[in-house]
């Protein structure tokens, strides 16, 4: 005699199903917790005036933090000077640069430990804390202009091409004729006001949350969807295993297109950020230059 399988709700199933989903900048967002966490151990180690900046080991976290800030220098240099450009391939050198431009400044706050002793310290100190802030507002801005955080620079032809790749919605969710409307008028919603090149303030700031939030409400429309009239037929595991195949196979393509919606239709306005940035970026790098150096003499010659 056969045993039937009875299939649990469809809420059960949801809290049964692995998740698969990672952020998808985990490594970044670890790191900078830990340096968060080691300059809160730090200042409170601070307070107890366990080493001054000039003594032996202050010294040399000032020395390791200014070496690794000087190091940046060398991300633009490898851009642009020929000889410099086989030095190891470039996105190996931006790894190095964002890392070195967090853990520098990090350093060199242990270094001071945490407070300005002088007009001359407090300047260079100030400096890279503006530079290195600068260069987080950067690495965002630079993660929507390029191919991701590695890859080339885009551009609004390539991301229009990288939607249409995605093919007619309607064909990928017929079985869901709601979810391709709703779709559909995000995309009407998101790129109106950017075919013109621009987009303004409130959706810049909204879109995110907006697709965020439609996704969630999609996400529970596709499985009443699609497993609605399987529980109610009480589908066996194995036929239950193909349509939790679909099921994600469909997910991952509303994610990925609703993705490829936001990213387009934010473009033009990241990019001319990014170039805004750029123009802001590279004045205190050379304050920051100019202090550092001043320090360095100073400290050593008086």
């Known amino acids: ?19 698969k989903d990672l952020p998808k900048d985990y490594g970044w967002a670890m790191y900078m917790i830990a340096i968060t966490l080691l300059m809160a151990a730090g200042y409170v ?3 107890d005036h366990l080493y001054k900046p ?3 080991i202050g ?8 070496l690794m800030m000087l190091t940046l220098l060398l991300y633009p ?3 642009r000077i020929g000889f410099m450009q086989n030095w190891i391939i470039l996105p190996k050198w931006f790894q190095w640069h964002m890392a070195f431009g967090v853990l520098g400044p990090a350093l060199i706050m242990f270094h001071s430990t945490f407070y300005i002793a002088s007009i001359n310290s407090g300047a260079a100190l100030i400096s890279t804390m503006v530079v290195s802030g600068s260069g987080i507002f950067g690495r965002f801005f630079y993660t929507k202009v390029h191919m991701g955080l590695y890859g080339r620079q885009a551009s609004h032809q390539m991301l229009q091409k990288e939607l249409d790749g995605y093919g007619d919605v309607k064909s990928n969710l017929s079985f869901a004729p709601g979810i391709q409307k709703k779709l559909a008028a995000f995309r009407d919603y998101a790129t109106y006001s950017s075919r013109a090149g621009k987009l303004n303030t ?10 965020k939030l439609l996704s969630r409400a999609l996400m529970i429309e596709l499985e009443d969807v699609m497993y609605a009239d399987a529980v109610e037929k009480n589908w066996n595991e194995i036929q239950m295993g ?4 679909l099921f994600y196979q469909s997910k991952t393509f509303i994610h990925a297109y609703l993705d490829a919606v936001q990213d387009l239709a934010q473009f033009a306005t990241y990019e001319k950020l990014f170039s805004l940035w750029h ?3 590279v004045p205190p790098v050379y304050i920051l230059v100019g202090s550092a150096a001043w320090h360095v003499v100073a400290v050593h010659m008086f």
């Open 45 to 47: 180690i601070s307070r």
């Open 77 to 79: 240099l490898r851009k």
């Open 1 to 19: 005699m056969a045993v039937q399988t009875i299939n649990p709700p469809i809420a059960e199933r949801r809290k049964r199903r692995p998740r």
């Open 202 to 211: 409130w959706k810049l700031l909204t879109l995110g949350v907006r697709k």
């Open 279 to 281: 123009i802001f970026h």
């Open 59 to 66: 010294y040399n976290l000032g020395l390791a933090g200014g």
């Open 242 to 245: 193909k349509l939790d195949d």
């Open 54 to 56: 000039g003594d032996k």
